[in-house]
């Protein structure tokens, strides 16, 4: 509601003129609550209040839309104030904003942008995606160890607006090679003639160029930094990542894992963005290969056709065990696809984890049996030995359910996959299968069939 009021009174203040009074309004307001009210305005009204923000506000609101905001406005403006907006954004911003641009607004932007703006956005594209080097920044404060704290307050003084951060500083030698840290906060606590190199932190935490970005939010975690050194093999500093781009991807990398784990292509569009067709791109490969594999329960089922014919009652148990056994498998897997996303278990880990899933399944098993055993014999009122061997399979079917869940996501891991793609739809498929052949097996032990 308070934002509906704020943009009626944009509204309001746009369609009276009073635009010197809408500026001083908007100029009161932080840049993401402007972009949050610019984002639920009318085409018109967004691109009107983008022009009234002052020059430096503009380009700061602008990193906060979302990317079809951000393109509407680029298409709209000159080629002049395009180019400004550009310029005036951080470099790694001007980067995701270019990625989905087309090919030719690209080239354009950047034949437009200053030559310094267009060296580091050409940086930063030359890095793999999804790597340190693609996210991070080339708008630091870097200090050489030889200048007293005076001479490093006044580059900060001179480089600190165009800087993502100022907080934390990081000594160079002189091949640019990283050496220490300094914290703003001790600079203007030290004299004024002590030298950097004496004052610097020198036990430096940093991340390599390629170093996955899914590691490097890894990293933040481990040692809760707000921004981070990337370094190159030679161990020259290069750019830094700050936490804010860390929030960024670990929602895309989250998103990803949900998608993988309900058997779908990751996308990196907004749900409403994706067409039609683009959806049904994404998941109709992972629909045929699980529609697929699952004839195999078909061709179980079919082969003992025969003996179901006798023993009609052991169909209605089917789907109970189908479903209790891919709900075990399912999860056993998000556990382990969890625990090796944050690093807490590895390969070496896989027998701990075996023995640790097999006692899990052995009490889940026998507690899920008993109570089905008082259902079949009271509710369903079934013989005993059919209750028997609906129960033992049951037993069965959660210790293999279990067990796969645990030990595929690992294996994936091992050979390089994402461990997400072994998640519930692939485990249940399998389970599925084992838990009939498992079934029918000690069906024919106490049926002689």
């Given at each position: 509601m308070e934002d509906i009021k704020e943009i009626e009174e944009i509204v309001e203040l746009l369609t009276t003129k009073q635009y010197t009074t809408l500026r001083q309004y908007l100029s009161e307001l932080n840049e993401a609550d402007i972009a949050v009210l610019m984002e639920e305005m009318e085409d018109e009204n967004m691109l009107k209040v983008f022009r009234i923000l002052p020059k430096d506000l503009a380009a700061d609101v602008f990193s906060y839309l979302d990317v079809d905001s951000q393109q509407f406005i680029i298409n709209s403006l000159s080629d002049k104030d395009a180019a400004g907006i550009i310029d005036n954004l951080m470099a790694d911003d001007a980067v995701d904003l270019l990625e989905e641009m087309p090919e030719n607004v690209v080239k354009k932007l950047l034949a437009l942008a200053t030559p310094e703006t267009r060296r580091d956005i050409n940086h930063l594209l030359r890095y793999p995606e999804d790597s340190a080097g693609s996210i991070m920044t080339v708008e630091y404060v870097d200090l050489k160890e030889n200048l007293t704290v005076d001479q490093a307050i006044e580059r900060?003084?001179?480089?600190?607006?165009?800087?993502?951060?100022?907080?934390?500083?990081y000594v160079l030698d002189r091949q640019r090679k990283l050496v220490g840290t300094v914290a703003l906060r001790y600079l203007l606590l030290s004299k004024g003639d002590d030298v950097i190199g004496d004052i610097m932190h020198e036990n430096v935490i940093s991340v390599n160029t390629l170093m996955d970005q899914e590691e490097v939010a890894n990293q933040f975690k481990k040692y809760d930094f707000t921004a981070m050194p990337v370094v190159d093999n030679e161990n020259r500093l290069v750019g830094?990542?700050?936490?804010?781009?860390?929030?960024?991807?670990?929602?895309?990398?989250?998103?990803?894992?949900?998608?993988?784990?309900?058997?779908?292509?990751?996308?990196?569009?907004?749900?409403?963005?994706?067409?039609?067709?683009?959806?049904?791109?994404?998941?109709i490969p992972w629909l045929l290969l699980l529609m697929v594999s699952a004839t195999f329960t078909g061709a179980i089922i079919t082969s003992f056709e025969s003996a179901l014919s006798v023993y009609a009652s052991l169909t209605a148990f089917i789907p109970m065990l189908m479903d209790t056994g891919g709900n075990a498998g399912g999860q056993a897997s998000v556990s382990v696809i969890r625990s090796l996303s944050l690093g807490e278990i590895e390969y070496r880990d896989i027998f701990k984890v075996v023995w640790k899933e097999i006692r899990v399944a052995v009490f889940c098993g026998m507690s899920l049996a008993a109570a089905n055993f008082v259902k079949l014999m009271l509710l369903d009122r079934v013989g005993f030995t059919v209750a028997l061997i609906v129960c033992l399979t049951l037993v069965c079917a959660v210790l293999l359910a279990m067990l796969v869940g645990c030990m595929l996501p690992i294996g994936a891991k091992r050979l390089g996959f994402d461990p997400a793609v072994m998640a519930s739809p692939f485990i249940t498929t399998i389970v599925d299968a084992l838990s009939l052949l498992v079934y029918f097996r000690v069906a024919s032990v106490f049926l002689h069939f």
């Open positions: 900060i003084r001179d480089k600190g607006l165009d800087s993502e951060t100022i907080n934390i500083c830094i990542i700050t936490v804010d781009d860390i929030v960024d991807i670990m929602e895309e990398e989250t998103t990803e894992d949900m998608e993988k784990m309900a058997a779908i292509m990751p996308s990196d569009k907004p749900y409403m963005r994706t067409g039609v067709f683009e959806t049904y791109k994404k998941r």
